[in-house]
Every structure is written in C-alpha cells, then in structure tokens.
C-alpha cells in the first residue's frame, strides 16, 4: 500500500442501508471507499483495482462471504475482514478457520467504531510489513531468493543461468515484497524507470517474458508470476 494515497476500502454487503451508513463514516476517516452489494460485481472489480482491505458480510445470497473469500484469495492476497451476525460464534470461528484477517460482530451502536480500529490496526500491519520486506538485504518466499545487495536471484537454491538485468531485478523485487497484490504496469513502471517519460507501458509485458524465459530455463514449470488482463501482475 502507498502511504501517500488514501487507502481504499471495499465494503460488500447486500444491505444498501448498511453499505451506505458505513460508506459515510469510513469516508469521514479519510479511507476512499468502494462499495457493492453483491459477491459477483465485488469480484470482477477487485481483480482490476483490488483495494487495500475488503470488509465483507457472510450472509448474502447467491455467493455469501465465505464463497467470496475463497475466490478472491485465489489470485489475490488481499486483507479480509468478515462481518458476522450479533448471536452467531459459529461464523466467527468458520471465519477465522477460512483465514480471515478479522472479524467484527455486527449490531450495536459500537460496530463501526469497532470496524474503523480493525482496518486501521489491519492498514498499520500491512504497511509494517511491506515496509520490513523493502528494507531487507535478503528475501525469501518460497523457492525464491533475492539478494537485493547483490542483485542475484535463486529459484530453488540455483542461481539463475541468465542474470536478471537491473530493471529486471526490481519487477521481481516489486511483486514479491508483497506476494498476492497486484501492482499494474504504472506501478511496475514507476519502479523500473523512474522519472523517464518516453516508456511504453508494453514494455513492462517485455521484461515479464523475457523475466519468465529465465526461469523456465532453469525450471520449465516456473508459472509463479500472474498475469491479469488489463490491470497489471501478480506474484503468486
């Protein structure tokens, strides 16, 4: 997440009151929200402008919270955090159990303070994290290794035969400080080239394939880098 951009928040609930009465307060906290009412257009939109946090309702028709959640955590690493009726422990605990960031009980004149604190506690980590990960010399996850000092790449303890250029180094470095999220080729672009204003966002598409024919020479079933159409990559 980019410290300097307000974060954005995503808010699925088949509820309109409750989507709007929530909207108007997280906006007072400064978040931009994004707000749907059903699991199907949330999906489609996460996947090309997938938010900081979604905060998502369990019980809605045709493709409730859990559904939901599983589908996005198949391509995106984003933060969850689960609203659950007032009397149901069994939700929160399936909840957690799915590998929910969180969970706030809904009902009550304190549940939207309640839910400001979570995101706001869930934003602080993500960012703890992500900053921890820039700042480190060496990165593993998984079968990779980055030495950023060096610039040398390991797939499965064996150093890549063609080196990473430069500009290579940093879209791997990019995607993987933060595994799951998707970063769009301006983003990609601002990492590699800087302030130069004469780059084709196509060439970012370049320097994948080229990035993906190293691997695969080392590795022919190397498919951990995720290409959506029309937004951007993804480490997986």
Not at 115 to 144: A, F, P
């Amino acid at each position: 997440m980019n410290s300097s951009k307000k974060p954005l928040i995503a808010l699925v609930d088949d509820d309109r009151n409750i989507l709007m009465s929530m909207e108007e307060l997280l906006k007072k906290e400064d978040f931009n929200i994004h707000t749907f009412s059903d699991g199907h257009s949330a999906l489609n939109s996460f996947f090309k402008h997938p938010p900081d946090i979604a905060v998502i309702d369990i019980k809605m028709p045709r493709m409730d919270g859990y559904e939901l959640f599983k589908k996005i955590r198949n391509k995106l690493a984003i933060p969850v955090i689960f609203l659950t009726s007032k009397d149901k422990e069994v939700d929160r605990l399936k909840g957690l159990m799915h590998g929910a960031d969180n969970y706030v009980t809904k009902g009550g004149n304190l549940t939207i303070q309640i839910l400001i604190e979570t995101i706001k506690n869930t934003l602080k980590t993500i960012q703890t994290i992500s900053n921890r990960n820039e700042k480190s010399q060496i990165i593993v996850y998984d079968d990779l290794r980055l030495d950023v000092e060096r610039q040398e790449c390991e797939w499965k303890e064996r150093l890549l035969q063609d080196p990473l250029t430069t500009t290579e180094f940093k879209i791997i470095h990019e995607l993987v400080v933060r595994p799951g999220i998707v970063k769009t080729r301006e983003r990609l672009m601002d990492i590699a080239y800087k302030d130069e204003i004469d780059v084709d966002d196509r060439t970012i598409d370049s320097h994948v394939k080229r990035i993906r024919k190293k691997f695969k020479k080392l590795d022919p079933e190397f498919n951990s880098i995720h290409t959506l159409y029309g937004s951007g990559y993804q480490w997986k």
